[in-house]
């Protein structure tokens, strides 16, 4: 049963654009919602979270938008860089005695050209 | 300080040997986590420590045995590993608590069973 699925497995644009990658769940008891991004043969980095309160969190060129009637989150990337190109994964966070069990999407390649 | 190390980067170990993947974090987090990365896959959760206490175990086969020593390292002890097993182990840590869950990963340790 994969509770976040992100179904795009790739995503092309152009520099300067926006890139938008989203993010399914189909759990409701989720606390958090975070967003990673991942090079090769890197570990992932921690991008930005949203609570499951909120609808909208921006962090400079990144913002996450949360729908929660819908459970879909995204993540809009504006302007996008050639830099941005990575892996993106969409992480969910259920609190509670599983805090800390972050099930992860199945990430999106984006690739950004110049 | 927001660095997670791993030690090794490389490994290639054949199925009889027995070797320890090695994690430390200086941010106080108190608690590390394993996960197994594949290729073109998300992270897969294996342990979580809360506290130097082995906290979730995600039903791990036994030749993976975890340590935490302290509050800044993780040990990950492997033996009699399969050719299956050779993937990414990432290391991570977070604050414990209620909050957004943020994971700071290490860069992951390359393992090959041969």
């Known amino acids: 049963d994969q509770q976040v699925k992100q179904n795009s497995p790739s995503l092309s644009v152009q520099e300067g654009r926006i890139s938008i990658l989203n993010c399914d769940y189909t759990n409701s008891m989720f606390d958090y919602f975070l967003w990673y991004k991942k090079y090769p043969a890197e570990g992932p980095t921690f991008l930005i979270s949203i609570s499951s309160i909120k609808d909208k969190n921006e962090d400079g060129r990144f913002t996450v938008f949360l729908n929660k009637s819908a459970k879909h989150l995204s993540l809009h990337i504006v302007p996008s860089q050639p830099g941005d190109s990575a892996v993106y994964f969409c992480?969910?966070?259920?609190?509670?005695?599983?805090?800390?069990?972050?099930?992860f999407g199945q990430g999106t390649i984006l690739t950004v050209h110049p | 300080d927001t660095e997670v190390t791993q030690t090794p980067k490389h490994l290639v170990m054949g199925m009889t040997n027995k070797k320890s993947l090695k994690c430390e974090q200086h941010m106080g987090h108190r608690a590390m986590y394993w996960y197994k990365q594949k290729a073109k896959k998300p992270p897969e959760l294996m342990f979580v420590y809360s506290y130097e206490k082995l906290s979730i175990n995600e039903s791990v086969p036994s030749r993976f045995s975890p340590e935490c020593p302290n509050s800044s390292l993780l040990n990950l002890h492997l033996h009699a590993l399969q050719p299956e097993d050779s993937a990414l182990y990432l290391c991570?840590?977070?604050?414990?608590?209620?909050?957004?869950?943020?994971?700071?990963f290490g860069p992951g340790t390359r393992l090959t069973v041969t």
């Open positions: 991570a840590s977070s604050h414990r608590g209620r909050g957004k869950g943020e994971q700071y």
């Open positions: 992480a969910a966070n259920p609190g509670g005695t599983s805090y800390g069990k972050l099930t």
